[in-house]
């Protein structure tokens, strides 16, 4: 059972940074990945990044690529994103998740956060 509570979204302008916050609770262990998506109104949640627990694996959607960073805090059990050079198409709720491996696909992913919203400004 796993508890996820995302923060740090808000309102920014174009060309800005934001970090994205998830903290995590409850029993996890070593083998989970823990993963960033968004999703707009009408269209389908899309996988940003992903971080393994054990050894730090990184892997971005092409759009994250760059721009993005995904990290961890072991004392902490939380995953940050780092987002940098935000433009509006990355105007989305932003939900972190867990999943059993090293998967990108929604589907894979077992618990998620309630989610928070990022604006970008033109």
């Known amino acids: 059972q796993v508890q996820l509570v995302e923060s740090g979204g808000g309102l920014v302008q174009a060309g800005g940074s934001l970090r994205l916050s998830c903290a995590a609770s409850?029993?996890?262990?070593?083998?989970?990945?823990m993963g960033w998506f968004r999703q707009v109104p009408g269209k389908e949640r899309e996988f940003v990044a992903f971080i393994t627990w054990s050894g730090g694996r990184t892997f971005y959607a092409d759009s994250a690529k760059g721009r993005f960073t995904i990290s961890r805090d072991n004392a902490t059990n939380t995953v940050y994103l780092q987002m940098n050079s935000l433009k509006p198409e990355d105007t989305a709720v932003y939900y972190c998740?867990?999943?059993?491996?090293?998967?990108?696909?929604?589907?894979?992913?077992?618990?998620w956060g309630q989610g928070t919203q990022v604006t970008v400004s033109s």
């Open positions: 998740a867990v999943a059993r491996g090293p998967w990108s696909r929604v589907t894979m992913y077992d618990y």
């Open positions: 409850g029993r996890t262990f070593n083998s989970h990945t």
